[in-house]
Structures are given as structure tokens and as C-alpha cells.
């Protein structure tokens, strides 16, 4: 029997013990909004969303490439960006309207101020000639007409294999350059 009567009297102090807590902290709330809005995760949630979208950039009524997606979501931060979570397509254009090369990614971000695009997971670049570029991570500076990676790549040309650490090219994959070569394969046709 005097055991329990320890275990209730226990949780009458714990059940007091709680009240208070929850009292003082009921007075002591700041109606901070950044701190709400953190809390709840508002913040991150984007301002537009779109499936199956399709952007056109174009210069002088030129048009100079055609992203789409199959999701893009749109934030609204500290900074403006685009997430394209499910992956992205983009056609680079010439003067003549033919596709110069294609960008493929499974994700990629794009930030307004930067004008810089970061392409990530399984990323391949085709241009004309057909050869191949193969990378997790690579950027496109739309500003600049660049693209550029830091990372592993891969390029696949109609005589070789060249591998390496960084690469940078213009945005057409024409005229590039792999920063640190680790190795060539030359392929012999037959």
C-alpha cells in the first residue's frame, strides 16, 4: 500500500511539475514572425508551382535555348531561385534555329541574381558533332554563355574517351576544355 500512494503522490508532482512548464512558457512567447514562420516551415514552401512547364530564353527576339520540366517550384527567400526537382531538358539554339546542344539533368536549380543554373545527378550535354559529356554536377552562367564543372567528367567523341576533374566550355559544348586530364581511350573503328 505505501507504494502506492509514492506513485500517486509522483504523479501529482510530475502533473504540477508540467503545468508550470507549460505556464511559463505560455508567458514567456515572443510573436517573433521569422521565428513562426521557421517553426512552421513557410519559408520554404514555394510561391508558384508549375508541371510541365516550358521557358523560352531568347535575346533580340532571338531565341537562344528552351528549358522544360516536369515540376517547377518557385521560392521566394533571402534569395530567388527555381528548383526543377524531377528533372530538366534544355535546347541550345544557333542563329538558324537548330538545336546547337541539349543539357539533360535529373535535378537543377536556377538562381535569379547569379543567372547561374547548377544541373545535378546523371547530367549529360550532347552538342552537334555528337560527342558526349557525362558528369554529376555542372553549371550553365547565362550571363557568361558558359558552362563549367568542378567535379568528375566524362567526354565521349567519335575517336576517343577523355576523362578528368573540372571542365569549362561555352554553353554549346563547341570549344572545351577539361581542367585536370586523368586519361584518353582511343576508339578504334573497324
Known amino acids: 500500500m505505501k507504494v502506492l500512494i509514492q506513485t500517486?503522490?509522483?504523479?501529482?508532482?510530475?502533473?504540477?511539475?508540467?503545468?508550470?512548464?507549460?505556464?511559463?512558457?505560455?508567458?514567456?512567447?515572443?510573436?517573433?514572425?521569422?521565428?513562426v514562420n521557421a517553426i512552421a516551415?513557410?519559408?520554404?514552401?514555394?510561391?508558384q508551382v508549375g508541371t510541365?512547364?516550358?521557358?523560352?530564353?531568347?535575346?533580340?527576339?532571338?531565341?537562344?535555348?528552351?528549358?522544360?520540366?516536369?515540376l517547377l517550384n518557385r521560392f521566394e527567400n533571402e534569395k530567388l531561385y527555381t528548383e526543377m526537382p524531377n528533372g530538366v531538358k534544355i535546347l541550345f539554339y544557333d542563329s538558324?534555329?537548330?538545336?546547337?546542344?541539349?543539357?539533360?539533368?535529373?535535378?537543377?536549380i536556377s538562381y535569379d541574381d547569379s543567372q547561374q543554373m547548377e544541373a545535378k545527378n546523371d547530367v549529360q550535354v550532347t552538342n552537334k558533332k555528337g560527342e558526349l559529356l557525362n558528369t554529376?554536377?555542372?553549371?550553365?552562367?547565362?550571363?557568361?554563355?558558359k558552362i563549367f564543372s568542378d567535379v568528375f567528367v566524362k567526354i565521349t567523341t567519335a575517336d576517343e574517351i577523355l576523362w578528368g576533374e573540372g571542365f569549362e566550355s561555352d554553353q554549346y559544348f563547341e570549344k572545351y576544355e577539361i581542367k585536370k586530364l586523368k586519361g584518353t581511350i582511343s576508339i578504334k573503328q573497324d
Open 52 to 70: 510541365n512547364v516550358e521557358i523560352i530564353y531568347s535575346e533580340n527576339a532571338k531565341i537562344l535555348a528552351k528549358l522544360t520540366t516536369p
Open 41 to 47: 516551415g513557410i519559408n520554404n514552401l514555394p510561391v
Open 96 to 108: 538558324t534555329m537548330h538545336v546547337d546542344s541539349k543539357l539533360i539533368a535529373k535535378y537543377a
Open 8 to 35: 500517486c503522490n509522483k504523479s501529482k508532482n510530475f502533473s504540477t511539475a508540467v503545468v508550470i512548464i507549460i505556464t511559463a512558457m505560455l508567458f514567456s512567447c515572443k510573436n517573433d514572425i521569422k521565428t
Open 136 to 145: 554529376e554536377h555542372l553549371v550553365w552562367d547565362q550571363k557568361n554563355e
